[in-house]
Structure formats: structure tokens, C-alpha cells
């Protein structure tokens, strides 16, 4: 029988809950690209056995975020200038499809909850991690009204890749925090009911990310 744990209130297998533990990591930057893993750490610090997070392992790195050596152990995988390009070039294209097929089932409640993200966005101001915290939430929120589970997954894994980068790029670069201005566009195309127009927006909107992000990754 697998071991189970209890998260805010919700059943979660051993393996699930150290999947998400690792992953947070990652995302937080908690776990930095080129660090080793030690799975017995790790089993110890969550209170689980060993084999959940070995399952856990190869599911990261089936994701791209961690790489198994064979007898050497397990790093989490960074990503080249090249890598980056094409993660954010997958994220634009899935986020923009799914953002256009929510369009339907967007209800006016659904709009108040993506201002209400906004606002959350606008006054983390400098709180760095926050702020890439109710970004990521804006963007998960819209693109999960579409309802499609796999391609939830997917989109879900491609902000985990790149999240670490972008916690380092607004803390470090000179990069004005403009939450209102980059994500209102999106907002308005929303209103207008046009499918194609917000996948088109939104997909410009990720792209647009890719060269400062690139260019101060490449530093």
C-alpha cells in the first residue's frame, strides 16, 4: 500500500507530496541549477521514505528539471540561452491556445478574480518573490479555465523550468515592475470575446519576456 500524507486538508501519495516539495524548491530557487540532491536528505526533512522520492526524481526529470547520472547522483538542470529561447517559445504557443479556448467559460467573476491577481501583483511592487508568485497564479488562473488537465500539466512544468530564472532576473536586473501596462492588454482582449485575439495576445505577451531575459541570463 502507498504512504499517503495529509496537505491542507487534502490526501496526497508520498510521492506526490515530494514530488511537490522538490519542485517548490526548485521554483523558489531553494534548489539551484548544478546543486546535487540527496534523496535520504530530502526523505528525512519531508518524514518519508526513500522511494517516493526517488519516484519523485524521475519525474522531475522527465520534466526537464532534474538530471539523473547514473552513480552519481542527481543536479538540477539549469538551462542555456538556447534551452531558455525554446521553453518560452513552447510556453507562448500552449499559454496562448489555452487562453483562447477559456475565452467561452471566462464568467464575470472569472474577470474579477484576474483583476483581484493584479492588484496583488501591483502591490508586491518590490516584494520579488511575490510578485513572481501571484504572476505565475494570473497566468495558471487564466489558462486553467480552459479546462484541459494535460495541457494544464504542461504549461505547468514550462513555468517551473524558467521560474527560477525569473525570481534572479527582476531582483537583480533593472527591470521596472509594470504589472498593470504588460497585463491589462490581455485583460481588454478578454472583454472583447475574440478567441483568437487573446491567444494572439497573450502569446505576444510571453514572447516578449525572451530577449532581456536571455540577454541578462547570458551575463
Not at 502591490?123 to 484541459?148: C, I, K, S
Amino acid at each position: 500500500m502507498s504512504e499517503t500524507v495529509n496537505v491542507n486538508g487534502i490526501a496526497l501519495s508520498a510521492e506526490d507530496e515530494a514530488y511537490r516539495f522538490i519542485e517548490a524548491a526548485i521554483r523558489s530557487g531553494r534548489y539551484r541549477a548544478g546543486e546535487r540532491l540527496v534523496g535520504e536528505d530530502i526523505a528525512a526533512e519531508i518524514g518519508t521514505s526513500r522511494m517516493p522520492v526517488r519516484e519523485a526524481f524521475r519525474r522531475l526529470s522527465a520534466e526537464g528539471l532534474l538530471r539523473i547520472r547514473p552513480n552519481r547522483g542527481v543536479i538540477v538542470r539549469g538551462l542555456n540561452a538556447a534551452e531558455m529561447r525554446e521553453v518560452f517559445e513552447m510556453r507562448a504557443a500552449l499559454e496562448g491556445l489555452a487562453a483562447g479556448l477559456a475565452v467561452p467559460k471566462i464568467t464575470r467573476p472569472n474577470l474579477a478574480t484576474l483583476e483581484h491577481l493584479l492588484d496583488q501583483m501591483e502591490q508586491a511592487n518590490a516584494d520579488f518573490p511575490a510578485w513572481v508568485t501571484y504572476h505565475r497564479e494570473f497566468h495558471e488562473y487564466l489558462t486553467g479555465l480552459a479546462g484541459m488537465p494535460r495541457l494544464t500539466r504542461q504549461l505547468s512544468g514550462l513555468h517551473s523550468a524558467i521560474e527560477p530564472y525569473m525570481r534572479i532576473w527582476l531582483e537583480h536586473a533593472d527591470k521596472p515592475m509594470t504589472s498593470r501596462d504588460d497585463h491589462s492588454g490581455i485583460l481588454q482582449a478578454i472583454k472583447t470575446g475574440n478567441e483568437r485575439l487573446v491567444e494572439e495576445t497573450v502569446r505576444e505577451h510571453v514572447r516578449a519576456t525572451i530577449p532581456a531575459l536571455v540577454d541578462f541570463v547570458m551575463l
